[in-house]
Every structure is written in structure tokens, then in C-alpha cells.
């Protein structure tokens, strides 16, 4: 069956026959009765099952024969002075990426914890783990709350109330103490981008300075304003193993001292394999199995993609000053293939899984208004003969990126009224690039072109990934662990292999828990 009768894709990349002729048949069975059938889609008409992912060797292959560190993890893709062309390719792939050479000759470049401190003693920044520190009394301090959490001035904290900050070793969170390679001593985190004021942010945010591959006026601008910045005095300093909830790619840049890292891709998800993202919540959960290891020294920068947890923990400049590191966003590219691959467990992230509907769907759709998700075939269809025929002008069947920038132009796409957020010399650009981002989601062939398969492909996943989400929070919502178990087994056809559900309350996190505590109805 093809995707609505507009011709066969290469039947080399379907499904086996066999496959073909199974529909998607996803109910939820309660007491041994099904109801009716959720998802209609022919399998036969998709180049991969929806919910299906690719293995780390199969979406990573550049990293998993490379360089290893001390404990066999393998490195990242490594670039030095890397062309835009270069930079893009990767970061759109989603690869984790090590610039070696980011901010070499840049100003900020060997600024220690002490630089920051004298001249901007106006900031406030907060004291990972403090509450961990033996004798700490906020009595003692400067202190202000923002965002209900207590900040430290820069200018004049001093922990012991004798040494200075960036002088100062305070411990890291005691759980962290069953690993020598987890951080054992607490960083300070400056967010410089969203707690100070106007003038403050620009005085800090004057000696800024993009690399060359990202030295257009709208990446540039983007990175000043949102960085902030990460202290750490003394080694083995350093964050627990967490996922940010930004929705699009994060660099970490060293200015002095260097980081070990590890890094982990969120595992295959189900609503049951839902755990705790934040600080340490993944060693709780008994979920840590680092897939990277390696270490970034000065000059160099860190980029990865939404969902990937990351672990850091310092060595100390030979001078025994405090390290220092930025953390930034650019705007453009953003790692969309990473984003089409992994959809699935990603849209269960209880961190980045909001980003699915906020801003991910743009992708999906093409910005094409209307475009809501469903569970039917039929529905599905409409959604792809629509988007083509908005996007595609030449009906050659396939959209280029000169399309979809006519297309976001157009007053009907959204995009244009969103790219007057950016000043007018910036707003073609913004256009250009989120059309070429747009475009990349889809393209599984790297043509930079979108076949009428590959968008039916990317419509497919985006409503069983958004749907399965719908309709698993129903059955959460009312303590339905029986029908939440039935439902995921029913969509095993869309995987690529069986889920594995937990038994028991064992491996929940505590939430569920309570929740399927409170019996079936609550």
C-alpha cells in the first residue's frame, strides 16, 4: 500500500511481505476485551515500523570505532576548525561533537573562577549541593531566592565565612560517593542569561565571541544570550548525571581546567522505564550505562542533542585556580535527524518529552496549519496531500528547501510572524535556516530534498508517538496499570522489537508508584 497512492517508493527499503500485509492494530484490552482498534495504518505503506529506532552503532557509526578512554567508553566525533559545511552535517545528524579548538584567542578563553569574581562582583549565582555542606548556615551570607532557590554573590561569598568561593571545595551529594568517577565536590552555576539585568547582561556579555563556523549575526546573537556559566573549584568537581530540558542542541565551552565526561542516550522508553532526569535520578534509578567517555580540555566545546545525559567531573589547572565553562545554545542547525530518529523515547522524556508538541511538530508539518494528530489512516492521508499541496508548487512530488522558504514566507505558514521576533536584517536568514532544518528532519537519503515517502514516513511516527502519549496518560491518570501494560503490549507491532515491562512495583519510579497504589479509578 503506498502512501496515498501517488507511487511505490524502492520496495528494497519495506517491509518484508509478510509484515506488509499486518495493519497496525494497537488496542488497549482490558479483562481479556479488546476495544477497537486504535492505529489503521497499512505497515506496508511505511519504510520502518513508527515506533521503531536505530541502535547507537547504526545512528553513531563515526564514533564507535574511534578513540576510548581508560574504561572503554568510546569518544565523541572530534572536529578542529571545523568549515560551517562540516559543523552542520554533524550537529544535524545529532552526533555528540568535540570541537577541540572552539575558543582558542577568544577573550573569555583562561578566565578562571576568580577572573568572574572581580569583574562582575554584581552576580548571584547558585551553589550546587550546599545544603550538603557540614555547618552551612544561610544566616551567614548574601543570599537571594530566585526561582525559589537560594543564589550566592559572586563578589564576596565565601562558604566557611573565611575563604573565598573559587578557593573553596564543598562536597557533592553523598549519594555520589559509590563511584570514584562521579563527582565528589559541588559547582557553581551563574545563569547569566535569565537572572540579571539588561545592563548587567550587557556588560558580561561584551567580550563574547562566536567561532567562524557559527559567526553568522543570528547564531551569534543567540549564543550571547543565552549562556551561563559553570565554576569549579578543585578536582573532581562536577554535576551529577542529568538530562537538560532545552529543546534544542547545548554546548559547554572550557575556558580553564579540564572535564572528564560521560554521556548516555535515554534508553528505549516505555510509560514504565519513566525515571527522574534530573540531578542523579538515573543512578537511582539503576538506568546509568554511559555509552561516551572521554575528556575535554581548554579551548575546547562540547556539543550534543536533546536527551542526552551528561556527567562531569573536573581535573584542576596545574595553578590550583578555579575552573571556569560556558554553556550555550545556538539557533540553527538543530540535530532534526537526531530528532526524527529517536522521536519515540524522546517524546516519553520526562524532561524534553514537552518538546515534541511546543516545537518539534513544526518539523513534522511544515508549519502548515490544521495539521493535529490522529490515529487514522484516512487522517493521516489528508495531512499529506495537505502539506503537499501548500509546499510542493512545481507537484513534482518532492520539497525543496527554495519551497519551504516560499512556503514560510507566505502569511498562512506562522513562520514569517515568528521570524519578526529577530531583527529585520536577520529574518531572511532565520527563514533560510529553519527551511534547511525543516527539510533535513525528513531527509533520510541526504538529498536535502523531502520525497512524498519520506514525509508520509515522518507523519506516521510523529501521530503514533503523539497519540501514544494521549492515550497513555489516560490510563495513568486513572491508576490503570492493567490497561497501561495491555496498551504498550498492543504496540509492540509498531517496534522494532517486543517492550520489556516491569513486574511489580520494583523498577517504578516513585510516582507511578503511588500512583498504581491508589487502585484502577482513582
Same mark, same amino acid.
Given at each position: 500500500?503506498?502512501?496515498?497512492? =501517488?507511487?511505490?517508493?524502492?520496495?528494497?527499503?519495506?517491509?518484508?511481505?509478510?509484515?506488509?500485509r499486518?495493519?497496525?492494530?494497537?488496542?488497549?484490552?482490558?479483562?481479556?476485551?479488546?476495544?477497537?482498534? $486504535?492505529?489503521?495504518?497499512?505497515?506496508?505503506?511505511?519504510?520502518? +515500523?513508527p515506533?521503531?529506532e536505530?541502535?547507537?552503532?547504526e545512528?553513531?557509526?563515526v564514533?564507535?570505532g574511534?578513540?576510548r578512554?581508560?574504561?572503554?567508553?568510546?569518544?565523541?566525533?572530534? $572536529?578542529?576548525s571545523?568549515?560551517r559545511?562540516?559543523f552542520?552535517?554533524?550537529?544535524?545528524?545529532?552526533?555528540?561533537?568535540?570541537?577541540?579548538?572552539?575558543?582558542?584567542?577568544?577573550?573569555?578563553?583562561?578566565?578562571t573562577?576568580?577572573?568572574?569574581?572581580?569583574a562582575?562582583?554584581?552576580?548571584?549565582m547558585?551553589?550546587?549541593?550546599?545544603d550538603?555542606?557540614?555547618?552551612?548556615?544561610?544566616?551567614?551570607?548574601?543570599?537571594?531566592?530566585?526561582?525559589?532557590?537560594?543564589?550566592f554573590?559572586? =563578589?564576596?561569598?565565601?562558604?566557611?565565612?573565611?575563604?573565598?568561593?573559587?578557593n573553596?571545595?564543598?562536597?557533592?551529594?553523598?549519594?555520589?560517593?559509590?563511584?570514584?568517577?562521579? +563527582?565528589?565536590r559541588?559547582?557553581?552555576?551563574?545563569?547569566?542569561?535569565?537572572?540579571?539585568?539588561?545592563?548587567?547582561?550587557?556588560?558580561?556579555?561584551?567580550?563574547?565571541?562566536?567561532?567562524?563556523?557559527?559567526?553568522?549575526?543570528?547564531?551569534?546573537?543567540?549564543?550571547?544570550?543565552?549562556?551561563?556559566?559553570?565554576?569549579?573549584?578543585?578536582?573532581?568537581?562536577g554535576a551529577?548525571a542529568?538530562n537538560?530540558?532545552?529543546?534544542?542542541?547545548v554546548?559547554?565551552?572550557?575556558?580553564?581546567?579540564?572535564?572528564?565526561?560521560?554521556?548516555?542516550l535515554?534508553?528505549?522508553?516505555?510509560?514504565?522505564?519513566?525515571?527522574?532526569?534530573?540531578?542523579?535520578?538515573?543512578?537511582?534509578?539503576?538506568?546509568?550505562?554511559?555509552? $561516551?567517555?572521554f575528556?575535554?580540555?581548554?579551548?575546547?566545546?562540547?556539543?550534543?542533542?536533546? =536527551?542526552?545525559?551528561?556527567?562531569?567531573?573536573?581535573?584542576?589547572?596545574?595553578?590550583g585556580?578555579? =575552573?571556569?565553562?560556558?554553556?550555550?545554545?545556538?539557533?540553527?542547525?538543530?540535530?532534526?535527524q537526531?530528532?526524527?530518529?529517536? $522521536?519515540?523515547?524522546?517524546?516519553?522524556?520526562?524532561?524534553?518529552?514537552?518538546?515534541?508538541?511546543m516545537?518539534?511538530?513544526s518539523?513534522?508539518?511544515?508549519?502548515?496549519?490544521?495539521?493535529?494528530?490522529?490515529?487514522?489512516?484516512?487522517?493521516?492521508?489528508e495531512?499529506?496531500?495537505?502539506?503537499?499541496?501548500?509546499?510542493?508548487?512545481?507537484?513534482?512530488?518532492?520539497?525543496?528547501?527554495?519551497?519551504?522558504?516560499?512556503?514560510?514566507?507566505?502569511s498562512s505558514?506562522?513562520?514569517?510572524?515568528?521570524?519578526r521576533?529577530?531583527?529585520?536584517?536577520?529574518?531572511?536568514?532565520?527563514?533560510?535556516?529553519?527551511?534547511?532544518?525543516?527539510?533535513?528532519y525528513?531527509d533520510?537519503?541526504?538529498?536535502m530534498?523531502?520525497?512524498?515517502?519520506?514525509?508520509?514516513?515522518s507523519?506516521?511516527?510523529?501521530n503514533v &508517538?503523539?497519540?501514544?502519549i494521549?492515550?497513555?496518560?489516560?490510563l495513568?491518570? &486513572?491508576?490503570d496499570?492493567?490497561?497501561?501494560?495491555?496498551?504498550?503490549?498492543?504496540?509492540?507491532?509498531?517496534?522494532?522489537?517486543?517492550?520489556?515491562?516491569?513486574?511489580?512495583p520494583?523498577?517504578?519510579? +516513585?510516582?507511578?508508584?503511588?500512583?498504581?497504589?491508589?487502585?484502577?479509578?482513582?
Amino acid at each position: 500500500a503506498d502512501p496515498s497512492a =501517488g507511487g511505490r517508493s524502492n520496495s528494497g527499503v519495506l517491509l518484508s511481505v509478510k509484515m506488509a500485509r499486518v495493519a497496525i492494530l494497537a488496542a488497549v484490552a482490558v479483562n481479556g476485551v479488546s476495544a477497537e482498534p $486504535l492505529f489503521d495504518v497499512d505497515l506496508a505503506s511505511v519504510t520502518k +515500523p513508527p515506533l521503531w529506532e536505530p541502535t547507537l552503532e547504526e545512528h553513531f557509526p563515526v564514533q564507535r570505532g574511534g578513540e576510548r578512554d581508560a574504561n572503554g567508553l568510546p569518544s565523541p566525533v572530534v $572536529l578542529t576548525s571545523p568549515s560551517r559545511e562540516e559543523f552542520v552535517y554533524h550537529a544535524r545528524k545529532g552526533y555528540p561533537i568535540l570541537v577541540s579548538d572552539w575558543s582558542k584567542g577568544m577573550k573569555y578563553t583562561g578566565w578562571t573562577g576568580k577572573h568572574f569574581s572581580e569583574a562582575f562582583p554584581f552576580g548571584y549565582m547558585k551553589a550546587e549541593y550546599i545544603d550538603h555542606m557540614p555547618g552551612f548556615k544561610r544566616k551567614d551570607h548574601d543570599i537571594k531566592i530566585i526561582d525559589g532557590e537560594k543564589r550566592f554573590n559572586l =563578589g564576596t561569598f565565601k562558604p566557611d565565612k573565611k575563604t573565598m568561593w573559587y578557593n573553596f571545595s564543598r562536597p557533592a551529594n553523598e549519594r555520589y560517593a559509590d563511584d570514584p568517577l562521579k +563527582p565528589q565536590r559541588g559547582p557553581y552555576v551563574w545563569h547569566v542569561k535569565d537572572e540579571l539585568t539588561p545592563q548587567q547582561k550587557k556588560i558580561v556579555q561584551a567580550r563574547f565571541e562566536a567561532p567562524s563556523f557559527l559567526a553568522d549575526p543570528l547564531n551569534s546573537a543567540h549564543m550571547n544570550r543565552t549562556f551561563e556559566m559553570w565554576f569549579s573549584p578543585g578536582g573532581r568537581t562536577g554535576a551529577g548525571a542529568h538530562n537538560d530540558g532545552y529543546c534544542e542542541s547545548v554546548v559547554s565551552l572550557q575556558l580553564t581546567g579540564d572535564k572528564n565526561w560521560r554521556k548516555m542516550l535515554l534508553p528505549e522508553m516505555t510509560f514504565f522505564d519513566s525515571f527522574d532526569e534530573f540531578d542523579g535520578g538515573v543512578y537511582e534509578a539503576g538506568r546509568w550505562k554511559p555509552d $561516551l567517555g572521554f575528556l575535554n580540555r581548554v579551548e575546547g566545546a562540547l556539543v550534543w542533542p536533546p =536527551g542526552y545525559l551528561h556527567e562531569t567531573s573536573t581535573v584542576p589547572p596545574a595553578d590550583g585556580s578555579c =575552573g571556569a565553562a560556558i554553556t550555550l545554545q545556538f539557533a540553527f542547525p538543530q540535530p532534526v535527524q537526531f530528532l526524527r530518529a529517536f $522521536l519515540p523515547r524522546l517524546s516519553l522524556s520526562s524532561e524534553v518529552g514537552q518538546c515534541v508538541a511546543m516545537v518539534w511538530s513544526s518539523y513534522v508539518s511544515m508549519s502548515v496549519p490544521g495539521i493535529k494528530p490522529s490515529p487514522k489512516a484516512a487522517k493521516m492521508k489528508e495531512q499529506l496531500e495537505t502539506v503537499l499541496s501548500k509546499v510542493d508548487t512545481d507537484k513534482d512530488e518532492k520539497i525543496s528547501v527554495s519551497e519551504v522558504i516560499a512556503w514560510f514566507k507566505g502569511s498562512s505558514a506562522g513562520v514569517s510572524r515568528e521570524s519578526r521576533d529577530y531583527p529585520p536584517d536577520q529574518r531572511d536568514l532565520f527563514i533560510q535556516f529553519k527551511a534547511e532544518d525543516t527539510v533535513a528532519y525528513h531527509d533520510m537519503d541526504d538529498d536535502m530534498t523531502v520525497s512524498r515517502q519520506e514525509l508520509w514516513d515522518s507523519l506516521v511516527q510523529w501521530n503514533v &508517538v503523539r497519540v501514544r502519549i494521549k492515550e497513555g496518560l489516560k490510563l495513568v491518570n &486513572v491508576a490503570d496499570r492493567v490497561g497501561l501494560e495491555a496498551f504498550e503490549r498492543s504496540l509492540d507491532y509498531l517496534r522494532r522489537s517486543p517492550a520489556t515491562l516491569p513486574k511489580g512495583p520494583k523498577g517504578l519510579r +516513585p510516582e507511578l508508584q503511588e500512583i498504581f497504589s491508589l487502585g484502577k479509578g482513582t
